[in-house]
Structures are given as structure tokens and as C-alpha cells.
């Protein structure tokens, strides 16, 4: 059978296939522990799902505005303001499904075909299958272990070219955990700066984070860096809420009314009531938060301690 040449080369998600096949064994009963999908083995915390259900209860269960309800907006522009000192006005913000579906939208909106996008290796498997099915080509800088599997600005500049049109920087990154620090995010946002490409942020895992390390948004690091910057989050991994499918984008006003437009005739609105559940999430307590941290910060520790055992027994 004829496929579109924009399907037939893309590789179906590991993650999602690894992720399955794990969910399938522990359901026959084996000892599994899955290192597939970013997912926390946390439930939903009760105060965000009472809001959907209050939601569905009080029929708020129609079509919303394409790009978000307008109360999610603004908590998502308050959000970005109180955790990350940027300042994105809810004009500026289009509510997807999931960050994965605005990162699919970004680079629908920003790519053409010969278009190049930097992507620091190793990386969540789904960027470069995105860029190519926006017609770009993936370009990829291998890290070293040295280095934090970090991107440092020699290897960055090393791989622009009059074709690059953004970066994909994952900080805190999945999978390595490494997460960059301000001199780090200063050099990357020069070369962003000097050469005109955009900086697509992907910043899902920001509330993740441990020892000394602080998360800090490239778009808060000034105005010329703010204006190619499009930050990406949502509220997957925070608020154990994967299946919600509620994630973000802010960037640039013209950029973010294309992916709007692109969105509106796609999949229009994410789920209304996903949107209500998000917008609880973003507002109500955090201590949810806090708590799987401490819990994560545990088993990161015994993980560390037993890898660093099993290398002295070499
Ligand atoms: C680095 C990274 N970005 C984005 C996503 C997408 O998250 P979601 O679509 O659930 O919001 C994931 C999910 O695993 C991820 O690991």
C-alpha cells in the first residue's frame, strides 16, 4: 500500500511499545520495574480530580476555545511569571494535548522543508521523528558523559549553519537528568541570538529536580532571547496527570497565533475537562508536588548507592 512519505519513515514510539509491554508483564503477575515511559507511579492527588468531576457534573463538557479556556491561560501566564520569572501574556499561550502534541505543533508552525534542528544527544525519541515529519532535518550533538551530557557552546556552534531554524533544549533533559546551569543556558542563548534561530524549551520535567541544582527558563535571560525562545511544559509529570493529556506552549505572539490556527483545524480544543483539571493543578496546593519529589529523591538515592555498589564490585 501507498503511504504518505511523511509516515512511512517514522519509527513508532519505544517509549510508548517498552511502556506497554512492561504494563503487560506486571499484569501476568512478574516484578517489573519500568524505566519505559516518563510516568510517576502516583495517582492523580484527589484535589484535581474533584474538579473534574465537578466539571463534568456541572456539564462543562462542550467545545472550548481552540487554544485553551481563558481561565487556564492566564493561571499558565501566573505560572510562568511566579515559578520562572517570564512574562508571557495569555494571547502569547496555546493549551495542547499534552507537551508532546505542542512540540509536534511548534515545529509544524516553524519548519520547512531543508529547514535544520539541533537536537543535544542522548534525547527523548520522539524530537527527531517530529522534525521529520515537519519536513526539517534532525541534527544531532553527541554529549559526553565528562560533560554532564551537556551541549557546550563550542559543540553548539559547531553544528549552526545557515539552514539551523532552533534548538531543542530538554532541561532538566529525559533521559540523562542533566540540567543546565545559567553560564551554560547564557552561551546557548548568544548563539541563538547571533545566528536567529529559535529555541524550543522543553521544560517538563522542571519540578523533577535534585541536590543543588536549580531549573531556569532560557526565556528569562532576556528580551532578544525571549523573542525566539517557545517554552514548553505542562502538567504530566508534576502532577501525575499523564492521561489528562494537558500540556503548553508560550513563545513569540505570531508564532504561538499560527500554532493556534494549526490547532483549530486539527484537534481543536484539548479535553474541557482535562483543562479544568489542569487549571486546578496549576492553582491548588503544591504540597502534592513536594511530596512525590521526597518520594522520587528516596529512590534516587538507593538507585545511586546500588549502581555505585555494583561498580566497586567490578
Ligand atoms: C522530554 C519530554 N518532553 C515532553 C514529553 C511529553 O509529555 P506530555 O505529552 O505527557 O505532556 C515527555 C513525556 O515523556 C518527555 O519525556
Given at each position: 500500500m501507498r503511504l504518505a512519505k511523511r509516515v512511512s519513515g517514522i519509527a513508532p514510539s519505544a517509549t510508548l511499545e517498552i511502556t506497554a509491554r512492561a504494563k503487560k508483564m506486571a499484569k501476568e503477575g512478574r516484578d517489573i520495574v519500568n524505566f519505559g515511559a516518563g510516568e510517576p507511579d502516583f495517582d492523580t492527588p484527589d484535589h484535581i480530580k474533584d474538579e473534574a468531576i465537578k466539571a463534568i457534573k456541572e456539564g462543562f463538557t462542550k467545545y472550548t476555545p481552540s487554544s485553551g479556556i481563558p481561565e487556564l491561560k492566564s493561571a499558565i501566564a501566573q505560572k510562568f511569571?511566579?515559578?520562572?520569572?517570564?512574562?508571557?501574556?495569555?494571547?502569547?499561550?496555546?493549551?495542547?494535548?499534552?507537551?508532546?502534541?505542542?512540540?509536534?505543533?511548534?515545529?509544524?508552525?516553524?519548519?520547512?522543508?531543508?529547514?535544520?534542528?539541533?537536537?543535544?544527544?542522548?534525547?527523548?525519541?520522539?524530537?527527531?521523528?517530529?522534525?521529520?515529519?515537519?519536513?526539517?532535518?534532525?541534527?544531532?550533538i553527541k554529549t559526553k558523559i565528562g560533560n554532564n551530557f551537556k551541549a557546550d557552546e563550542k559543540e553548539l556552534a559547531s553544528k549552526i549553519t545557515g539552514r539551523t531554524r532552533a534548538l531543542i533544549l530538554n532541561s532538566p533533559s529525559n533521559p540523562t537528568g542533566s540540567v543546565y546551569n545559567m553560564d551554560e543556558l547564557k552561551a546557548i542563548a548568544r548563539l541563538g541570538v547571533k545566528y536567529k534561530f529559535f529555541v524550543i524549551s522543553d521544560e517538563i520535567y522542571e519540578k523533577l529536580i535534585y541536590d543543588e541544582n536549580k531549573h531556569i527558563s532560557i526565556a528569562s535571560l532576556g528580551k532578544d532571547i525571549y523573542d525566539l525562545t517557545i517554552t514548553v511544559n505542562?502538567?504530566?509529570?508534576?502532577?501525575?496527570?499523564?492521561?489528562?493529556?494537558?500540556?503548553?506552549?508560550?513563545?513569540?505572539?505570531?508564532?504561538?497565533?499560527?500554532?493556534?490556527?494549526?490547532?483549530?483545524?486539527?484537534?481543536?480544543?484539548?479535553?474541557?475537562?482535562?483543562?479544568?483539571?489542569?487549571?486546578?493543578?496549576?492553582?491548588?496546593?503544591?504540597?502534592?508536588?513536594?511530596?512525590?519529589?521526597?518520594?522520587?529523591?528516596?529512590?534516587?538515592a538507593f538507585m545511586n548507592m546500588r549502581l555505585r555498589m555494583k561498580r566497586a564490585w567490578r
Open positions: 511569571k511566579r515559578d520562572n520569572g517570564v512574562d508571557y501574556s495569555p494571547s502569547q499561550i496555546v493549551v495542547s494535548n499534552g507537551a508532546k502534541h505542542a512540540l509536534y505543533n511548534i515545529l509544524q508552525t516553524i519548519c520547512e522543508s531543508g529547514d535544520e534542528v539541533i537536537i543535544p544527544s542522548p534525547y527523548w525519541l520522539s524530537y527527531p521523528e517530529m522534525v521529520r515529519m515537519a519536513g526539517a532535518k534532525a541534527i544531532f505542562g502538567v504530566s509529570k508534576s502532577y501525575s496527570m499523564t492521561g489528562w493529556r494537558i500540556g503548553y506552549a508560550a513563545g513569540p505572539k505570531e508564532v504561538m497565533d499560527a500554532v493556534a490556527n494549526l490547532q483549530s483545524h486539527s484537534t481543536s480544543n484539548p479535553s474541557s475537562i482535562g483543562q479544568k483539571a489542569a487549571l486546578a493543578a496549576l492553582t491548588g496546593d503544591h504540597a502534592c508536588v513536594e511530596k512525590m519529589k521526597a518520594e522520587f529523591e528516596k529512590r534516587r
